[in-house]
């Protein structure tokens, strides 16, 4: 009886948690989740391009616009994580120094240039429809994450 009392408590704690933090989260900004599913993209256009320990900036900045330019509006959309949720991947999948990309990649003030077509859209080339369904592991830490930024 004492561990289901101590699951139902660990339950009410997250859900209390998780309803804090999108009560708080509504009073100032909200931010939903992506729309595009990044966790089973294909990295290795830029994993394969991009390899340390010099990282040359040119192959890159062009590896990162062929995987990125596709999904440019949804990363340009301020309401939504997709641009921490597909950088996170990146680094995870490449190992990359912290912002060795925000250093190094930019057309001019704005960030990178989409405007002109990439040779190669490295995603949904099967035709495969993009689903959202966030990891539940990447929305808990998330969630803390963001919990723990509003104390510091």
């Known amino acids: 009886m004492e561990q289901k009392n101590g699951c139902l408590f660990l339950l009410l704690f997250v859900f209390l948690l998780t309803h804090a933090l999108s009560v708080s989260s509504s ?3 909200f931010i939903s989740a992506c729309p595009v599913n990044f966790e089973f993209l294909n990295y290795t256009i830029i994993t394969s391009q ?3 320990p010099r990282y040359p900036p040119k192959p890159c900045c062009a590896a990162l616009k062929e995987f990125a330019c596709p999904y440019a509006n949804e990363l340009n959309d301020l309401t ?3 641009a921490t949720t597909m950088f ?5 999948y490449g190992k990359y120094p912290p912002g060795l990309f925000s250093s190094q990649c930019r057309d001019g003030k704005e960030g990178l240039d989409c405007s002109a077509p990439q040779p190669s859209e490295s995603a949904n080339v099967s035709g495969i429809q993009i689903i959202c369904n966030p990891s539940p592991l990447l929305v808990l830490s998330t969630g803390l994450l963001v919990l723990l930024l509003r104390f510091f």
């Not at 996170?88 to 995870?92: A, G, R, T, V």
């Open 50 to 52: 991009c390899k340390g």
């Open 88 to 92: 996170s991947y990146i680094n995870l």
């Open 80 to 82: 939504n994580d997709c």
């Open 27 to 29: 009073a100032s900004t």
